[in-house]
């Protein structure tokens, strides 16, 4: 995983999350900018980002207010080990997120490619 923000965040963030991968922080946004993905604040604040927080505000979910640059679009890739990006997938907007269905998809046909 990749992040900008800064390092307490990140590993705040791992703590809550007990996510099982590396986190690498680019601050420089190098990576962002290598794989495409954009900066905007048009594309930030719409009706559809706006209510998916006013939902979890309304079903108990506590949010951290914002980190690093809000207006950063993210973006999910699947590199290989042999470092092909295999999938790819830029947000339109902050809560464009694909399927995780589609991204462990990727993960099953990477592992069984392996010898």
């Known amino acids: 995983m990749i992040a900008f923000g800064a390092e307490e965040w990140a590993r705040a963030w791992l703590r809550e999350t ?18 495409g993905l954009e900066r905007s604040v048009a594309r930030t604040w719409t009706p559809r980002t706006i209510g998916y927080y006013m939902r979890q505000v309304l079903t108990g979910r506590r949010l951290h207010g914002v980190q690093g640059d809000p207006y950063q679009l993210g973006g999910d890739f699947i ?4 470092g092909r990006l295999r999938f790819a997938y830029r ?3 902050p809560v464009d997120r694909p399927a995780p269905e589609t991204l462990l998809d990727t993960l099953r046909i990477i592992e069984n490619e392996r010898p």
């Not at 007990?18 to 601050?27: G, H, Q, S, T």
């Open 18 to 35: 007990k996510v099982p991968f590396p986190l690498l922080l680019d601050p420089d946004r190098a990576l962002y900018r290598a794989y």
């Open 79 to 82: 590199v290989d080990s042999a």
């Open 91 to 93: 947000s339109r907007d």
